[in-house]
């Protein structure tokens, strides 16, 4: 059984992105040019921090340097953490993004956007949002039932904990010429 220089690279890799805490989640190679660039990306349940890239970066360059394992010929390395248009395809994937809105494609081709509400091994409890003023419904969709998957971006999405109403926003814009001064 023949095995991909991508998955000899997991292979070599995962550990070590696993001391730090981390999750391989992805492990490719492509030409670029006369060169190859080995792309890895790792996340983790509290997101990732440039600090902790800039560290794994440097320790997978000496491993790989050390072993040989992209040859001898010239590489780019990249590590980073998934866009935000990674498909989501585990459940972890779906648990980091718990509260967010995503796009669903189901088997039966229906598309479906909805919030994550909560998850557990066997699939997803959603809010499907309402439309013309309705109030949003619940839906429950097992992983079985996923095709694709992505989140989708909210550029106005209220938080959790702002229940700041309008009045109290334009009460503190009028205050905002005395902060910048104490800053």
Do not use: C, W
């Not at 340097?65 to 040859?71: H, I, L, S």
């Not at 718990?98 to 509400?117: C, D, F, P, S, Y």
């Amino acid at each position: 059984m023949s095995t991909t220089q991508s998955e000899r690279l997991r292979g070599l890799l995962e550990p070590l992105v696993a001391k730090t805490g981390l999750d391989l989640e992805e492990v490719t190679v492509t030409a670029a040019g006369s060169r190859r660039q080995l792309m890895v990306v790792v996340d983790s349940d509290d997101g990732v921090q440039l600090d902790a890239v800039a560290e794994l970066s440097r320790d997978i360059a000496q491993v790989l340097d050390d072993t040989d394992a992209m040859g001898q010929g010239e590489y780019v390395l990249e590590v980073s953490s998934p866009g935000t248009d990674r498909p989501l395809t585990t459940p972890r994937h779906f648990r980091r993004n718990e509260g967010r809105l995503v796009k669903l494609t189901l088997n039966n081709h229906e598309e479906l956007t909805a919030r994550i509400m909560a998850l557990d091994e066997a699939g997803l409890d959603l809010e499907v949002p309402g439309v013309k003023g309705r109030k949003p419904k619940p839906r429950r969709v097992e992983f079985a039932e996923i095709a694709k998957a992505r989140v989708e971006i909210e550029f106005n999405r209220k938080n959790k904990d702002d229940d700041v109403d309008a009045a109290d926003t334009a009460d503190a814009d009028t205050d905002s010429d005395e902060s910048i001064e104490e800053a």
